[in-house]
């Protein structure tokens, strides 16, 4: 399978604790983004890179959340010091640089979290 | 951003037809109408998409009003597994960067 690959797909952590997320788009898809969804409502954007530049971040994105993509490759999603409001599953997205087939992005499966 | 106009939910019977509207009565001329349907504690999904004629492909079809402000997505013969919930996005030719989702429609499927 070569979709969007997230891990891990699961993660319960005590309040306080810092998580990390990681991201491996679509080989060749230099555009990737990172969205939350909460229980009932669509995804909510969180950030994107191209290639290895952070290019824009939502205001969701508090001092606590930090993505990186090092090399353009696999991508990072921190949390640290999680709160309960934090639980929701991240997902992951990717898509090719020039606009193509409609310019579709790519999910992932996501990551839940859990903050007890 | 373009906005889009879905119903919360919608039933139908297995084996039948369904029709699942969106409104975007505010699309521009280079926004492309996606469908996507999440399954429960899965990502969303990718369906189809199209930018002013029909499309078929092997999941569904899309079918878009002449004016584009509005859209059907219709699965043919609806089965079980089609339970989820169907989102209908625009995504802009130039900058998908940062798509807008609303709740979507929750589809169950009556055995």
């Known amino acids: 399978d070569t979709g969007v690959s997230q891990d891990p797909r699961h993660k319960i952590t005590k309040r306080g604790q810092n998580v990390t997320f990681r991201c491996d788009p679509i080989s060749e898809h230099n555009r990737l983004y990172w969205y939350r969804q909460t229980l009932g409502q669509g995804p909510e954007f969180l950030t994107y890179f191209q290639n290895e530049a952070q290019l824009e971040k939502s205001r969701l994105l508090s001092d606590r959340f930090s993505a990186e993509r090092p090399k353009g490759s696999f991508s990072t999603l921190e949390i640290q010091r999680t709160e309960q409001g934090d639980s929701a599953m991240y997902l992951c997205?990717?898509?090719?640089?020039?606009?193509?087939?409609?310019?579709?992005?790519?999910f992932g499966e996501g990551s839940w979290l859990t903050v007890v | 951003d373009a906005k889009t106009t879905q119903p919360n939910s919608m039933e139908s019977n297995e084996e039948e037809p369904v029709h699942l509207p969106c409104n975007h009565s505010t699309i521009s001329g280079t926004d492309y109408i996606h469908w996507y349907r999440q399954l429960p504690s899965q990502g969303p999904e990718y369906v189809i998409h199209?930018?002013?004629s029909n499309v078929n492909n092997r999941m569904a079809s899309l079918a878009i009003a002449e004016d584009r402000k509005s859209s059907t997505l219709i699965l043919h013969r609806a089965t079980l597994r089609d339970a989820a919930v169907y989102y209908c996005?625009?995504?802009?030719?130039?900058?998908?960067?940062?798509?807008?989702f609303g709740t979507g429609t929750r589809l169950t499927i009556i055995p």
């Open positions: 199209g930018l002013t």
């Open positions: 996005i625009l995504i802009p030719y130039f900058g998908n960067e940062k798509l807008t």
């Open positions: 997205a990717s898509s090719p640089d020039r606009p193509s087939s409609g310019n579709t992005i790519y």
